[in-house]
T-cell receptor, first 112, second 108 residues
Framework: DAGVTQSPTHLIKTRGQQVTLRCSPI?????VSWYQQVLGQGPQFIFQ???????GRGNFPDRFSARQFPNYSSELNVNALLLGDSALYLC???????????FGPGTRLTVL | KNEVEQSPQNLTAQEGEFITINCSYS?????LHWLQQHPGGGIVSLFM?????KKHGRLIATINIQEKHSSLHITASHPRDSAVYIC??????????WGAGTKLIIKP
C-alpha cells in the first residue's frame, strides 16, 4: 500500500504569491493533519480535517486555509506569502482524529 | 512553559549504550506519540500509547498517566539510531502538541 504522498516536493515562490500544497492519505484513512516545520524547530500544528470537516486549527493567520475532498485528500493554501512562511510543510493521515499518524515526506516551500 | 517538555535536548552516546529520553506533559491527553525524524525531514511514527508499555525491536516506550510522564528507551544503540526523537501529545481539541525534540547521536 502507498504511504502518505505530498506534492510538490519542493516549491519556490516570491513574496505576495499564493501556493497550494496537496496531500493524499493512506487508503482508508479519513483524517488529515497539516504541520509547518521551520528549519531548526519542531513542527507546528496548522489544521486537522476529519470526514471533510475542520476539526482543529492551530495558531496560524487566516492566510492559511485548507480543505478535504470526498476522497479524503487534502489541500493546504497559503495566500500573500511572507518570507517567514518558508518551511517544510508536513501532512499526516490517520484513521480518525486522534489515532496514530503517518507522515508524508513533506513539501519544502521557499519564499524569496 | 511548554505543555510538552522533553529531556535531554541533546544526547551523544557510544554504540551499544542504553538510551533514555524523557517526556513530561501538562495537558490532558488522550494519547502520546513518539516519533523519529531523520535529517532531511522524514517523520516516522514509532509508538502511540495511552497506558503501560510498548516494545518494538530495540525500542521500548512507557507512559505513566498519573505522573504525566513517558519515556523512550533504546537498547543496544547503533549509529543508525541517530535522529531527532520527538514526543507529541493529543489534547482534547484534536491538536497534536509537540515537544522540542531530542537530538540523539550514536558514535561508533
Amino acid at each position: 500500500d502507498a504511504g502518505v504522498t505530498q506534492s510538490p516536493t519542493h516549491l519556490i515562490k516570491t513574496r505576495g504569491q499564493q501556493v497550494t500544497l496537496r496531500c493524499s492519505p493512506i487508503s482508508g484513512h479519513k483524517s488529515v493533519s497539516w504541520y509547518q516545520q521551520v528549519l531548526g524547530q519542531g513542527p507546528q500544528f496548522i489544521f486537522q480535517y476529519y470526514e471533510k470537516e475542520e476539526r482543529g486549527r492551530g495558531n496560524f493567520p487566516d492566510r492559511f486555509s485548507a480543505r478535504q475532498f470526498p476522497n479524503y485528500s487534502s489541500e493546504l493554501n497559503v495566500n500573500a506569502l511572507l518570507l517567514g512562511d518558508s518551511a517544510l510543510y508536513l501532512c499526516a493521515s490517520s484513521l480518525a482524529g486522534d489515532n496514530e499518524q503517518f507522515f508524508g515526506p513533506g513539501t519544502r516551500l521557499t519564499v524569496l | 512553559k511548554n505543555e510538552v517538555e522533553q529531556s535531554p535536548q541533546n544526547l551523544t552516546a557510544q554504540e551499544g549504550e542504553f538510551i533514555t529520553i524523557n517526556c513530561s506533559y501538562s495537558v490532558g491527553i488522550s494519547a502520546l506519540h513518539w516519533l523519529q525524524q531523520h535529517p532531511g525531514g522524514g517523520i516516522v511514527s514509532l509508538f502511540m500509547l495511552s497506558s503501560g508499555k510498548k516494545k518494538h525491536g530495540r525500542l521500548i516506550a512507557t507512559i505513566n498517566i498519573q505522573e504525566k510522564h513517558s519515556s523512550l528507551h533504546i537498547t543496544a544503540s547503533h549509529p543508525r539510531d541517530s535522529a531527532v526523537y520527538i514526543c507529541a501529545a493529543w489534547d482534547s481539541n484534536y491538536q497534536l502538541i509537540w515537544g522540542a525534540g531530542t537530538k540523539l547521536i550514536i558514535k561508533p
